[in-house]
């Protein structure tokens, strides 16, 4: 096959019908990030194991509180407000938040300047959000209390380890 003009790319061979190109001089510039890069398998394993811490300190807490109103001497409608179908839950939100954490975590990692700051008043702000809700409910006095402390170790339980994870998961770029 014979082409009527020839220019410095044509390369072809008059045997076979490909095209060769010449390959380029310069090097295509690399399409790696220049800042640190997210480790977001570590970042949700640690927000699942978080998920699991809380689930377990809700019902540890919710247990201690139970015994205690078996020891103290209170009215019948305290103790029912910790019974085993509100223990239940509280694990299941305990957990839940746990995971929205670390959600929120990943978010501000990828779009925010200082997101260990910003994520640490947003898991404060929350936390103290679930220990005034008890207080201002129905709730006799002693159970919105004990109620009010079990979220305040919740929360702080979170907290510590969403912070701690997310500040762990980010590597420098490799060179």
């Known amino acids: 096959m014979s082409a009527p003009y020839t220019t410095a790319y044509d390369t072809t061979d008059d045997t076979t019908d490909t095209l060769r190109l010449p390959r380029p001089t310069e090097t295509v510039p690399h399409r790696r990030p220049t800042g640190p890069v997210l480790d977001a398998t570590r970042l949700w394993t640690g927000g699942l194991a978080t998920a699991a811490v809380a689930a377990l300190v809700a019902l540890v807490g919710t247990l201690v509180v139970q015994v205690l109103f078996r020891i103290a001497p209170v009215s019948t409608a305290t103790t029912h407000t910790v019974d085993t179908t509100a223990t239940g839950l509280l694990c299941l939100l305990a957990a839940a938040a746990a995971l929205a954490a670390t959600g929120i975590a990943h978010l501000l990692l990828v779009s925010t300047p200082n997101p260990l700051g910003y994520l640490g008043w947003i898991i404060g702000l929350s936390t103290a959000t679930a220990v005034v809700l008890p207080l201002l409910g129905t ?18 339980a979170i907290g510590s380890l969403v912070v701690g994870t997310a500040a762990t998961v980010r590597r420098p770029t490799a060179s």
């Open 139 to 156: 709730l006799p006095i002693i159970a919105a209390a004990a109620t009010a402390v079990v979220h305040l170790v919740i929360g702080l």
